[in-house]
């Protein structure tokens, strides 16, 4: 973590280029980075690929009670649906993919680690989304580990970081 100004922030290296200072807008940094080319592009592409696949109907997300289906305006979004429909931004998901959290924080408590870029718990449907692209060993997921400059997550080390 970071401290600046006497607030404590999101962990800003969770990316090498990662340039922001975790309070928006900067944490929607990873839609403009001019380095995703290296691998984030693909890996969202895919997610967002992954969303469009069952034809009209959202697709139901195993192991969690949602389903996913693309955003209608924008590229940097796709959706999700329990209850009520919320969006999981690209910087939520790559996030993801760095350290292994999307839990939900409070914008005065941007300090938790645990916490996604937008505040909003995306666990346990960005690790359906990770088992539907193949999992942690995947080719794209690996390669954008590696444009982050982290390691390769396996699977099991990952949900014992999220559920303990």
Partial sequence: MVRRLNVWVMDINFCRYYTGDGHPPSNRFCRTCPEAW???DALWDLVRSLAGSNGDSPLPLPGARAVLFPHPSSPAFVRLKVNAEWSL????????IATGYAAMG?????HNPRSSPSMTRQ???VI???ELLGGWQSEEISAVRNV???EVLDRDASRRRIEG
């Fill in 38 to 40: 290296r691998g984030c």
């Fill in 89 to 96: 931004p690209r910087e939520d998901f790559l996030h993801f």
């Fill in 106 to 110: 409070r914008k005065d408590d941007r």
């Fill in 123 to 125: 666990v346990p449907y």
């Fill in 128 to 130: 359906a989304i990770v």
């Fill in 148 to 150: 982050q400059g982290r």
